[in-house]
């Protein structure tokens, strides 16, 4: 099982990136894809999550978007109207939390290497 990120960067304020994860060695529908982010100094955060039903942290509800492409074993995560608080190493992970946890990083058992994503002001 083999999770990577990618498509993060440098973007101004107000800026959007579209994050990519692909998975192999398994097939990405048969679990939830989250993705997570850790800001210096911070503890790792999940952002968005996906296995049939999407669900946002509070913090990117109306800016950020979750999908997935079953065809291509790819989930990716839309980011509009970035903020320099966004700014943080994003992960993708895979796991089969029930839905009220998706967000807690130890039900998830698979993770790819993170991308950073730097939005200056």
């Known amino acids: 099982v083999q999770l990577q990120a990618s498509g993060g960067g440098l973007v101004q304020a107000g800026g959007s990136l579209r994050l990519t994860c692909a998975a192999s060695?398994?097939?990405?529908?048969?679990?939830?894809i989250g993705w997570f982010r850790q800001a210096p100094g911070k503890e790792r955060e999940g952002v968005s999550y996906?296995?049939?039903?999407?669900y946002y942290a509070n913090s990117v509800k109306g800016r950020f978007s979750i999908s997935r492409d079953n065809a291509k074993n790819l989930v990716y995560l839309q980011m509009n109207r970035l903020k320099p608080e966004d700014t943080a190493v994003y992960y993708c992970?895979?796991?089969?939390?029930?839905?009220?946890?998706?967000?807690?990083?130890?039900?998830?058992?698979?993770w790819g290497q993170g991308t950073q994503v730097t939005v200056s002001s």
């Open positions: 996906i296995r049939g039903d999407r």
């Open positions: 060695g398994f097939r990405s529908v048969d679990y939830g």
């Open positions: 992970a895979a796991g089969r939390p029930v839905a009220s946890a998706w967000s807690t990083v130890s039900l998830y058992a698979h």
